[in-house]
């Protein structure tokens, strides 16, 4: 019986690291830092807010997904970017989707708001993409 239990407790050690790994993995899904600190933000509203009609929450995260998506702004086209003509159209699109979305989160309503979240959302998404990979060394 102890035996038993001990191989249980060593289980569920070796469960909890496991999903403690994949956690700290997940954090960092792009190879500029920027894009991580955006994602930061985007990820809930997306999978939670958004979903949810919270339109609170969103409104509530407009300045701070907005200040993360300036710094994107800001960095231009990340070295390693293979197009970087499509990249520097794709980062207008973002830029006017930024700027759009910090108006509506100030004085819209939820609809005009939801419509260019998503703008926010499709453009940055559009940019990730653009991303060179995470060598293996990064993590």
């Known amino acids: 019986m102890k035996r038993s239990g001990f191989f249980l407790a060593a289980f569920a050690l070796l469960l909890v690291t496991a999903f403690s790994a994949a956690a700290s993995i997940a954090d960092e899904h792009f190879s500029v830092k920027e894009y991580n600190e955006f994602h930061d933000v985007l990820h809930p509203l ?4 958004l979903p949810n009609k919270d339109f609170t929450t969103i409104r509530a995260r407009a300045t701070e997904l907005a200040t993360r998506g300036e710094a994107i702004i800001k960095l231009g086209v990340p070295a390693g970017v293979k197009n970087t003509a499509e990249f520097e159209k794709e980062l207008k699109n973002f830029t006017e989707a930024i700027a759009k979305f910090k108006s509506d989160a ?4 939820d609809a005009k708001l939801e419509e260019s979240y998503l703008a926010v959302h499709d453009t940055f998404e559009m940019l990730a993409h653009m991303l060179p990979r995470k060598s293996k060394a990064e993590g």
């Open 106 to 109: 100030a004085k819209a309503t």
């Open 46 to 49: 997306q999978h939670e807010a």
